[in-house]
């Protein structure tokens, strides 16, 4: 066949292929030019344009062999990479994927390549103002999804590479910085699992993270705090049975037969109601309790004690301030609400489920840790601080005046007070009579303090 003859028949293909309904037509005609070996180089894009169209029109009709050999065909036409054309018959892989669960939409990316990506393709798409993951986020997924699938799966250092500069692309996406933790545990890079695990835990605090990052750590009073924390955050003991395993394993160890019997008993309660098969290990460690053992209690306030030594690690990496709770007021809808101060005069105001302290009263020291990328700090973890933990800064920054208070009012009949020269203001005199013995803390002025807050003595 003549080059004429040959280009005639190609660019009426392609042309063929633009009309609705007479892809496959189109598609057919230039794969027995192909075949017959009548299609150099120069025509392996305009192949592959007619390949596309057809595919795009007729793979959810066409089943899975058909459609996966037509990806096949396009894999080995000579195209420039990366580029539209590469692009858009990934595109149609994420579809095909979806449509037919026996496409290894793994295999078809290592050959499409990794580091094919067009700057297009990182980019979120947006339609009617709303935002939807880009063509990265969505490979990502799926190909992590098709990775759990096949637990065996070696997953490519190429993939793994992948999600690090996703990561960077997309510092909020939960699940890219969860894989790319997951996929560093694997390759035995425990470190740096790890600190992936603490920024997560940082701004989203989900149970199985928790788990996750347990399960990396050597220190068993670590572990154990995690596993805990897991229990505290999930609600629903479906989801809770290897963690109480995991847990009760280390309570034994310890000879807290009494708890270790509560997280054994919750596990065989959720088996039993749902009818499951109870594993070995729950009787491995069932006979390991002495007999007469009675469950222990597992209170609230157990957990949050139990709790505080993995979340101590997990936010320590966070800048951090004490900050003095001054008051404890409603808010315009009528909620309880913390004013807490720091020695540079900054403030927060927290809810009272903020700060893990049953007996919180104006006067205690708190550790604040935060965030304040937005250029506000906003309160990530709060632990109690005793006063004799605080810096020079604080010290420099407050004393304590202690004597009989003045009250005074002013014409309006808002009332004030002092303590010595130190100024006490109407928020602070609630029920405080003229005369009353006081201590206050307040700033360490030269010339004129002000109380922070104030207790009868």
Same mark, same amino acid.
């Given at each position: 066949?003549?080059?004429?003859?040959?280009?005639?028949?190609?660019?009426?293909?392609?042309?063929?292929?633009?009309?609705?309904?007479?892809?496959?037509?189109?598609?057919?005609?230039?794969?027995?030019?192909?075949?017959?070996?009548?299609?150099?180089?120069?025509?392996?894009?305009?192949?592959?344009?007619?390949?596309?169209?057809?595919?795009? &029109?007729?793979?959810?009709?066409?089943?899975?062999?058909?459609?996966?050999?037509?990806?096949?065909?396009?894999?080995?036409?000579?195209?420039?990479?990366?580029?539209?054309?590469?692009?858009?018959?990934?595109?149609?892989?994420?579809?095909?994927?979806?449509?037919?669960?026996?496409?290894?939409?793994?295999?078809?990316?290592?050959?499409?390549?990794?580091?094919?990506?067009?700057?297009?393709?990182?980019?979120?798409?947006?339609?009617?103002?709303?935002?939807?993951?880009?063509?990265?986020?969505?490979?990502?997924?799926?190909?992590?999804?098709?990775?759990?699938?096949?637990?065996?799966?070696?997953?490519?250092?190429?993939?793994?590479?992948?999600?690090?500069?996703?990561?960077?692309?997309?510092?909020?996406?939960?699940?890219?910085?969860?894989?790319?933790?997951?996929?560093?545990?694997?390759?035995?890079?425990?470190?740096?699992? =790890?600190?992936?695990?603490? &920024?997560?835990?940082?701004?989203?605090?989900?149970?199985?993270?928790?788990?996750?990052?347990?399960?990396?750590?050597?220190?068993?009073?670590?572990?154990?705090?995690?596993?805990?924390?897991?229990?505290?955050? $999930?609600?629903?003991?479906?989801?809770?049975?290897?963690?109480?395993?995991?847990?009760?394993?280390?309570?034994?160890?310890?000879?807290?037969?009494?708890?270790?019997?509560?997280?054994?008993?919750?596990?065989? $309660?959720?088996?039993?109601?749902?009818?499951?098969?109870?594993?070995?290990?729950?009787?491995?460690?069932?006979? /390991?309790?002495?007999?007469?053992?009675?469950?222990?209690?597992?209170?609230?306030?157990?957990?949050?004690?139990?709790?505080?030594?993995?979340?101590?690690?997990?936010?320590?990496?966070?800048?951090?301030?004490?900050?003095? /709770?001054?008051?404890?007021?409603?808010?315009?809808?009528?909620?309880?609400?913390?004013?807490?101060?720091?020695?540079?005069?900054?403030?927060?105001?927290?809810?009272?489920?903020?700060?893990?302290?049953?007996?919180?009263?104006?006067?205690?020291?708190?550790?604040?840790?935060?965030?304040?990328?937005?250029?506000?700090?906003?309160?990530?973890?709060?632990?109690?601080?005793?006063?004799?933990?605080?810096?020079?800064?604080?010290?420099?920054?407050?004393?304590?005046?202690?004597?009989?208070?003045?009250?005074?009012?002013?014409?309006?009949?808002?009332?004030?007070?002092?303590?010595?020269?130190?100024?006490?203001?109407?928020?602070?005199?609630?029920?405080?009579?003229?005369?009353?013995?006081?201590?206050?803390?307040?700033?360490?002025?030269?010339?004129?303090?002000?109380? /922070?807050?104030?207790? =009868?003595?």
């Amino acid at each position: 066949m003549k080059a004429d003859d040959i280009f005639h028949q190609i660019s009426k293909a392609f042309n063929l292929s633009k009309e609705p309904n007479h892809t496959k037509e189109a598609y057919i005609s230039a794969l027995k030019l192909y075949n017959e070996g009548k299609l150099n180089e120069q025509y392996h894009i305009t192949l592959a344009w007619i390949a596309y169209r057809y595919l795009k &029109e007729n793979y959810k009709s066409i089943g899975s062999k058909e459609a996966r050999k037509v990806l096949a065909l396009y894999t080995k036409l000579q195209t420039t990479r990366p580029s539209l054309l590469h692009s858009v018959f990934l595109y149609l892989a994420i579809n095909i994927k979806k449509t037919y669960s026996d496409f290894l939409f793994t295999s078809f990316l290592k050959i499409w390549g990794f580091g094919n990506f067009r700057i297009e393709d990182w980019a979120p798409s947006v339609y009617e103002g709303q935002s939807y993951p880009s063509c990265v986020q969505k490979v990502i997924n799926i190909y992590w999804d098709e990775c759990k699938s096949m637990p065996n799966i070696t997953i490519p250092e190429e993939f793994v590479s992948l999600l690090e500069e996703a990561t960077r692309k997309y510092p909020r996406d939960f699940n890219i910085k969860r894989y790319l933790a997951i996929a560093l545990t694997r390759q035995g890079k425990k470190d740096e699992a =790890i600190e992936l695990y603490r &920024e997560l835990l940082i701004n989203d605090n989900r149970y199985y993270i928790w788990h996750e990052l347990g399960k990396l750590l050597n220190d068993t009073a670590l572990r154990k705090s995690a596993l805990c924390m897991a229990l505290k955050q $999930q609600k629903k003991e479906d989801f809770l049975g290897a963690i109480h395993l995991e847990l009760a394993e280390i309570l034994i160890e310890e000879k807290v037969h009494g708890q270790a019997l509560v997280d054994l008993n919750k596990y065989e $309660q959720t088996y039993n109601a749902n009818k499951w098969p109870l594993s070995a290990t729950y009787y491995r460690l069932r006979n /390991l309790i002495p007999q007469n053992t009675n469950p222990g209690t597992r209170s609230r306030q157990w957990l949050e004690e139990e709790t505080k030594t993995i979340q101590t690690f997990v936010f320590m990496k966070l800048p951090n301030k004490i900050f003095l /709770l001054t008051e404890m007021f409603k808010n315009k809808d009528g909620k309880t609400r913390y004013k807490l101060v720091c020695y540079d005069k900054s403030s927060i105001i927290v809810k009272p489920a903020q700060i893990p302290d049953t007996d919180a009263m104006p006067g205690c020291f708190y550790r604040v840790f935060y965030d304040n990328t937005n250029k506000w700090i906003q309160p990530m973890r709060i632990e109690k601080t005793e006063k004799e933990a605080l810096n020079e800064e604080w010290n420099k920054t407050i004393k304590t005046v202690r004597g009989n208070i003045t009250v005074k009012s002013k014409p309006d009949g808002k009332q004030f007070g002092f303590v010595h020269k130190c100024y006490v203001g109407g928020h602070l005199l609630k029920d405080i009579k003229n005369g009353t013995k006081v201590e206050v803390l307040a700033w360490n002025e030269s010339n004129r303090s002000h109380a /922070l807050t104030l207790t =009868i003595v």
